[in-house]
């Protein structure tokens, strides 16, 4: 219905009441709910009212001697006896309902008193952290500073042992320095026999350079093996099927398998073995002819037996540099073999203990700084036995030996080679009036002019009988060794043109020509 004043219908949700209709309006669902139950009731009534009027005329109609028989009686005992059970039942669920809430108190209980013990042990420790965290922090630099001078100690020892192993072994090759003249001209002797220098081998005897560089080889690889250092250059000792000592090329050391001796039947390859499929040649550290025949006849031989000198250097002065055996940075000292041997095995030693220990006690108390602490080995300057390939401390295989190694500044043994060559060929040859010459636009001068003379000149690199790109060389290697070419004393000749000139080549050329006489001074 819609209201008289409002004139609207009514919504008893949506619509608030506006009106006394409205009101009344929202009454009449509630009155008329009630009015539908009241009617309801009163028909239940009635249906429970004739149910029980049927019952009891019905019992009235047995009468009462059915309930003495027996079976009524059973029944009711039947009944008595469930309801007991049950009754039993629900008492013992309470018992164990009751006894599960006493265990479920007592462990709340218990857990609430390890809550608060964990609390106050927090909170006893959060008041002391820092404290402890200090003095935590302090031991465990002080075990380090004492692990640390441990282990520089230890390899400290270590260095002796091995200083004192080269010592012993150069002692038992009687390696020895015998004045010569004056009081700082030495000759130096290994084995009985003199030691030969570079600047020596052209007026050697060839079994004299042999037993010299064999004795040298022999040394350098017992002093690398007790110093657990491996050579840039390997070094083959005579063994088994293997009479004389090699040496490899630097590209080649300790890339290749089983390599026979030079000369020999080469080795069968193993099949299983795929590793090393290129087998390099070794360079012989002995001659068995004298060095100016051996240039003359077999220039390839001579080239490699001047690489193996020069790798043989090579190894010396690294050795000696990386023991802290200064060697300067010329041909002279790099040729000199018995000096660097006798520096490193000898002086080296007689230094070392008159030196102080490097080594000293740590300071043990807190908050030292890092300049009052143990020396650290591997900032100070290489020495004997120090740096090595065998072990951890003070490593060459580290940043800090790469660091020092790169410092070197070696020369590359080729160019050591090259070097070698030209002074053996001024030394054999003193009367020779040719020489080599290369240069950009070569012009001659005056009448005489450097003519041609049969095959083509040889390279430069094939008159030094070495390859500049530090391959092998094998039979043909060095360029010098095939062709008949005789190190341009034979190949090229100058001849004197009169009414004609030769015009030369502008581009890059090379040749022996003739040289003027050289005024002293």
């Known amino acids: 219905m819609n209201c008289n004043i409002c004139h609207r219908g009514h919504d008893p949700t949506k619509l608030p009441f506006l009106c006394v209709v409205d009101a009344r309006n929202a009454l009449y669902p509630g009155r008329l709910s009630q009015a539908q139950i009241l009617i309801e009731t009163e028909d239940l009534e009635g249906r429970v009212n004739k149910l029980l009027s049927d019952s009891n005329s019905d019992s009235a109609e047995i009468g009462t001697g059915a309930r003495d028989s027996r079976t009524y009686v059973e029944n009711c ?15 013992a669920s309470a018992d164990k309902l009751r006894d ?84 700082t001209r030495y000759d130096y002797r290994i084995g009985g026999i003199d030691i030969v220098d570079l600047n020596q081998l052209s007026s050697a005897q060839p079994e004299l350079i042999s037993a010299s560089l064999g004795h040298i080889s022999h040394l350098l690889w017992l002093t690398s093996h007790y110093l657990a250092i491996r050579l840039p250059a390997e070094i083959t000792l005579p063994h088994n099927d293997y009479p004389r000592p090699t040496i490899f090329s630097l590209l080649s050391s300790y890339h290749h398998g089983n390599v026979a001796f030079p000369g020999s039947s080469p080795l069968p390859p193993d099949p299983l073995d795929r590793q090393f499929q290129h087998v390099p040649h070794p360079r012989p550290l002995y001659l068995e002819r004298p060095l100016a025949t051996l240039m003359k006849e077999e220039p390839s031989a001579f080239n490699s037996f001047m690489e193996a000198v020069s790798l043989l250097v090579y190894d010396i002065v690294w050795l000696c540099r990386t023991q802290g055996v200064p060697v300067a940075d010329s041909l002279e ?45 591997a900032r100070t300057a290489p020495r004997m036995g120090l740096y090595s390939h065998g072990t951890l401390h003070t490593s060459l295989a580290t940043a800090a030996g790469n660091k020092l190694t790169r410092s070197f500044g070696m020369i590359n043994p ?108």
Not at 77 to 91: F, G, L, N, Q
Not at 141 to 164: F, H, N, P, V
Not at 352 to 369: E, I, N, T
């Open 77 to 91: 005992a039947s009944e008595a006896s469930k309801a007991r059970e049950r009754t039993e039942i629900i008492i």
């Open 414 to 521: 080729i160019k050591l080679a090259d070097q070698l060559k030209a002074k053996l060929a001024n030394e054999m040859y003193p009367t020779a009036e040719w020489e080599l010459v290369q240069n950009d636009g070569f012009v001659s001068e005056g009448p005489e002019d450097a003519v041609m003379v049969g095959a083509a000149p040889p390279s430069p690199s094939g008159y030094f009988g070495s390859r500049r790109d530090g391959g092998e060389s094998g039979s043909g290697g060095g360029g010098g060794g095939g062709g008949g070419a005789r190190y341009g004393l034979e190949s090229f000749m100058s001849v004197h043109t009169t009414g004609t000139s030769v015009t030369p080549p502008r581009e890059k050329s090379h040749g022996w020509t003739k040289i003027k006489a050289r005024t002293p001074g």
């Open 100 to 183: 599960e809430i006493a265990v479920a108190k007592r462990q709340i209980q218990e857990r609430r008193a390890k809550i608060a013990r964990q609390k106050s042990g927090l909170a006893a420790a959060s008041s002391g952290v820092e404290a402890r965290r200090k003095r935590e922090l302090e031991e465990t630099k002080k075990t380090i500073r004492m692990t640390k001078y441990s282990w520089d100690r230890e390899y400290e020892g270590l260095t002796q042992y091995r200083a004192a192993l080269c010592l012993e072994v150069a002692k038992l090759y009687r390696l020895q320095r015998v004045k010569r003249g004056g009081p």
């Open 333 to 377: 000292d790099f040729a000199s073999i018995g000096r660097n041997m006798y520096n490193l095995l000898i002086n080296s030693s007689m230094q070392r203990g008159s030196q102080q220990p490097v080594v000293k006690p740590p300071d043990l108390g807190a908050g030292d700084s890092p300049e009052q602490q143990h020396a650290d080995l």
